[in-house]
């Protein structure tokens, strides 16, 4: 599966933006599907995730901000980011791992990234 991610840019603080990723030469339903962030400095960490379009999964420090969610007919997967802070500042990674049962694999497919920056 090949993934392109798009929607990133600017934003003041509290601002929102969604991000996007096309999914192409594989269905999205067929994977765990997740975003991964690396802010400057920091390791990549994960941000959400979603396994066959129902289960989803948050860290912490975005719960009640950001919403995962995939379009299985148009094969993409988006996150919808609301409250954007300076420390959401990084590039935002799309990501595919292969499906086991009700279990997921590494992350072994991904984008190219796009970047987020939250400033005033």
């Known amino acids: 599966v090949q993934l392109v991610e798009s929607g990133g840019g600017s934003v003041q603080p509290d601002g929102s933006l969604r991000l996007f990723c096309a999914a192409s030469?594989?269905?999205?339903?067929?994977?765990?599907m997740g975003w991964l962030r690396q802010r400057p400095g920091k390791e990549r960490e994960a941000v959400a995730g979603?396994?066959?379009?129902?289960?989803?999964y948050y860290a912490d420090f975005v719960k009640g901000r950001f919403t995962v969610s995939q379009d299985v007919a148009r094969n993409t997967m988006h996150l919808r980011m609301n409250n954007l802070q300076p420390d959401d500042t990084a590039t935002y990674y799309c990501a595919a791992a292969e499906a086991h049962g009700s279990s997921c694999g590494d992350f072994g497919f991904w984008g190219q990234g796009t970047q987020v920056t939250v400033s005033s």
């Open positions: 030469g594989d269905s999205v339903k067929n994977y765990c």
């Open positions: 979603i396994f066959g379009g129902e289960t989803t």
